[in-house]
T-cell receptor, first 112, second 117 residues
Framework: GESVGLHLPTLSVQEGDNSIINCAYS??????FIWYKQESGKGPQFIID?????DKRQGQRVTVLLNKTVKHLSLQIAATQPGDSAVYFC???????????FGAGTTVTVRA | GAVVSQHPSWVICKSGTSVKIECRSL??????MFWYRQFPKQSLMLMAT?????????EQGVEKDKFLINHASLTLSTLTVTSAHPEDSSFYIC?????????????FGPGTRLLVL
């Protein structure tokens, strides 16, 4: 399943399939990006980050892709599991500023 | 590591009372702590940034006399909602940035749900 972030803030995906969550960021000066996962009633949980000098970074079952040309960020989750159901936020920041700006969030629902 | 706690996890209070929320970094020292507010089904809105031993920097539109922030040590920041009113009901989340790192990653607490009657 794939979302387009700001235009389709929800994503329904079959368990076991791969998920792609998209984020369009606004500040061309941003050089640091983070994906967070927030489960209902809890604080955001760090998933993975990437700096602007990279275009891809992999973690455990997750991959973040960065396209600076079109200011687009995506999070790929492999073999989506029920525990992946949550709201996913992308956040952008400028090195040295320390503040993060959060996107609207995409709600991911995993179907059994 | 990088665990952040908040206390209390939820609080119900009467209108006009003040409520204090604590944010602690449990296994690291935090150069900077941040306070956010989140309404249902919305994103996080940064309220203020606090550095240990100095005054907090508030975002535009956030009343500093209403939301008092104290960053007493490298592991503790508090947010006091003074004279709380029903419109202050929200989910308040803190985050902390690890001292000694050049990364902007913030580690979040579990949040405090405030309900003002």
């Amino acid at each position: 399943g794939e979302s387009v972030g700001l235009h389709l803030p929800t994503l329904s995906v079959q368990e076991g399939d791969n998920s792609i969550i998209n984020c369009a960021y606004s500040n061309s000066a941003s050089d640091y990006f983070i994906w967070y996962k927030q489960e209902s009633g809890k604080g955001p949980q760090f998933i993975i980050d990437i700096r602007s000098n990279m275009d891809k970074r992999q973690g455990q079952r997750v991959t973040v892709l960065l396209n600076k040309t079109v200011k687009h960020l995506s999070l790929q989750i492999a073999a989506t599991q029920p525990g992946d159901s949550a709201v996913y936020f992308c956040a952008e920041g400028v090195e040295g500023d320390y503040k993060l700006s959060f996107g609207a969030g995409t709600t991911v629902t995993v179907r059994a | 590591g990088a665990v952040v706690s908040q206390h209390p996890s939820w609080v119900i209070c009467k209108s006009g009372t003040s409520v204090k929320i604590e944010c602690r970094s449990l296994d690291f020292q935090a150069t900077t702590m941040f306070w956010y507010r989140q309404f249902p089904k919305q994103s996080l809105m940064l309220m203020a940034t606090s550095n240990e031993g100095s005054k907090a920097t508030y975002e535009q539109g956030v009343e500093k006399d209403k939301f008092l922030i104290n960053h007493a040590s490298l592991t503790l920041s508090t947010l006091t909602v003074t004279s709380a009113h029903p419109e202050d009901s929200s989910f308040y989340i803190c985050s902390a940035r690890r001292k000694g790192t050049d990364r902007e990653t913030q580690y979040f607490g579990p949040g405090t749900r405030l309900l003002v009657l």
